[in-house]
């Protein structure tokens, strides 16, 4: 190893930044008793965007630590209590109303029927459309049934009668739609939906 | 004096009347089980899947009933046993049944893997004897459409288990999540029918009800089945002495005017596979040939050896004026790899085929080239038969060489070939890149999906079940719960043993024949 130098100058300028371990801004106590200043709430709440500074050399800069310590003052106390509000969202007591409590309100005056009202707005944005009709969801609800074998490679009518040919008793009403819909020329729901799309070949260009 | 002693030769003309032998008739009925739809009706779009849903959904309620019957209110450790729906339905500590199907994961099973490594590697895995994984890595599960469970006991020592059987299974899920099983049950022999019973249904549903004609004439009595496999005729060696004793004996021109007589009553005889083996290699598939392969009148002379048809075909043309032959292909035979083997085409046969019955005829004609499996009516009794696939790939999952006990197991859970979609069927093709090793063994498409019906499930008992193609030749007779006989009878491969087996219709007993020539 080489031998230890002794610095002799000054840094004026900063080389490197080191950790703060010491210092009232470090202390490890319990919180005290005081309620929290709003002011100490405000800055708790905010993003703390500065970075921690440094712990400078104990052997030098005794004075810079100081200053730096108490401008990113944060008590310990005012950080648990902001926790807890996050998490239990109560007031208090004679602090200013923050803009959390404010929204709450707010979102707890909205009526179901507005509710509605926005999602069907989102609904009729929407190009695609959504959702399916009653005779495709007993349909697809059919092909999930794995009791009547799997639903991939063979048609929907077929895999009806193969089930009630083996004594499954698959429901009549599925037979019903599947005859509705071969009669009103669906192709689509000959095949299950799954089979289609397992089958689709993806071509990478 | 000279004309004392040789009064036989030399002499006029006499009178005497020498008998003619006449062979026994044949009641011949087959059935088309195996038969597969031709050309653009026979689609493979569907998988497997489908299959082992069928296998399970047409054995479930006959082994259900049986465990059933079993287990119903049993109590272990002063627990009852309750039956359960689905094989993940089985709760700890619980005891209770269910109905699945068996799956064995084995590390040593061929892998379609291994097909790919050899692309990377120098060469392919050799080829296992058995499947069988020495240090235990071997895994059952029971298998249904909810998922698997693994299972752990003793009672999996015992019993032969392999995958594709449907069975019963009752126990206890230990901590694990494993399945401790006490008791396993399988579906057991199916209804088996009376002799004559085709025969006599399809006479009273023609005459109308009340008329049963042909049952009260009597039968005339059943003849002899003459059961043959491994012929293993291949283009080196163009006569062979043991097959040529074997046309002499079958035609009656060998031995004494008693065993000619005795031959008399051999009325069909039925050629359980591997008729053809093809001694020389094929291609490889891999390397490039060098040069563009010579192809005069549309084939390339340098691969194709028509010998060993052209043999085949004298053979049977030799045998078929005097006596009917059944024909399923084998392993090693021109037919399709997947079972069920579609019969072998009528091309083949350019001099046999005169005896086959036309194409789209109704009954089978003195030459049938069938399916392997098979299927039929030989003078009443129902037989059922295999060029010894599945047997052979059975023999590979299990220990020992019990071949009469693997054929009982395959009737006792009712699949003619249960590891079919899973391991069943391998073609022998030459391993180009592999050092000194003259043949590999790759894997191929085990079996048609069939999507409608489980062909392989067997629903009617046979009274016969003949299995082409074993080392040696072994037989007997097992009963079922309802009385039911069956003979089995493992036939030997001819090529290396000599013998063929001589089945009795009358009594079912089985007698060997041994053809050999003495180097």
Redesign the interface.
Known sequence: MPPARRKSTAPSARAQQTLAFSGRANKVTKPSIAPPSAKSISKASSPVSRPSTPHPQEDAQRQEPEEEVEEVEIPNAPAAAAAEEQGLAFRVQGTKPTLHDEVDEKARKVSDAQVKRYWRAKEEERKAPRGLSLNEKILRHFDLSSQFGPCIGIARMKRWKRANGLGLKPPIEVLTVLLKEEGSENKKAERAYVDELMSTRLVVE | MAKDHHENLMSDFSDTEYTSNERQPSNYSPLQSFILAKGDQKHY???Y??MY??RL??LK?SVEEIAADAWEGAEIAGETVRRVERVLDVRQGEFCWVAGTVYRDMPLKPNILDDISKDHWISAPPPRVKYISQSGQDQTMLED??GRLRLIGNMLQTTMLVTGCVVAMMGTENANGDFEVVDIKVPDLPRQPQRWEREDSDAALANGSGKSKSKIEGRPAGGKVAILSGLEINGDEADILAIDLLMEFLLGEACNQNTQQDVGSISRLIIAGNSIKEATLLAPRDEPSDKKASKKYGYDSAAYNPAPTAHLDNFLATLLPSIPITILPGESDPANVSLPQQPIHPAMFPRSRNYASVPGAEEAGWFDSVTNPWEGDIDGWRMMGNGGQPINDVFKYVEGDERLEMMESLLRWRCGAPTAPDTLCKCKTANPRGFGKKTDVFHVAGCYPF??KDQFVIEECPHVYFVGNQPRFETSVIEGPAGQMVRLIAVPIFRETGEIVILDTETLDVEVIRFSVDE
């Open positions: 779009q569907q998988q899947g489908d849903f069928l959904a047409m309620p459409e909810s999507q409608d």
